[in-house]
């Protein structure tokens, strides 16, 4: 059986993400801030294993000691165990000077403490399975291309492409140790999208570019883009770049 723990999986593309997962053979623990109905019904219809934690990852260091504790009683469970890290938040669209403090603190708290502290519950729980064991952050373009009004967002996302390459050189030097990657999934049409979009023209200088992709048709919808994902979660070259975008992967 293969475990998959998703975060941020009760709405937009880890939604979609956990709804494709539901296979038989597969086991899923989601976290998010609270549990989908959806996702109860579809589990119990294909019979899959399904867990699911509401939790807020602004406060991600109790949630991070669950999930250790939680591996830690199952070490001969499963064939194969993924994290997940698809939670993010966008904190208020504007110039950083104009940002509320609180904004600019659940931004990185979510976008890059709670996958770090996630990632590392992760492999220390699991340092001695002998399985195949893949950690995939969901990052961003914008964490490689800076943006006014999108300071904090674009700070999370840069860091978690470099804490992922930090990640894969450590376990590339453990005889167990985890693939990892960090991959943008492209241009997606989520609430996120809404966001930017909505945000005041004065605030946000490339909010015409946002709402251009919507009016061209060039976003790409959650269940496309989940697919996308998975197909490279599945490739054999898995974590051989640390840093990856699935619009640039033929």
Known sequence: ?????????????GLALAQQLILPGNALLCISRGKSDALASLAEEQQVPLTQWPA?????APVADQLKAWLVEKPLAYDSA???NNA?????IAPLSDVPAQDITRALRVGIEAPMLLTSAFLQATANWRIP????????????RAMASQ??????KAAMDHFTRCVALEEALKPHGAKICSL??????????VQLRSAPDANFPDKSAFVGMKTQGTLTSPFEAAGRLIAYLSRSDFGSNAVADVRDIA
Do not use: E, F, H, W
């Open 1 to 13: 059986m293969n475990l998959y723990i998703i975060t941020g999986a009760s709405r937009g593309m």
């Open 56 to 60: 807020d990852l602004n406060d991600a």
């Open 82 to 84: 993924t994290l997940i």
């Open 88 to 92: 993010g938040v966008i904190p208020q």
């Open 133 to 144: 064991k893949k950690v995939l952050n969901i990052s961003s373009g914008l964490g490689r």
């Open 151 to 156: 300071a904090g967002y674009c700070a999370a």
């Open 184 to 193: 943008a999934p492209g241009v997606i049409d989520t609430d996120m999208q």
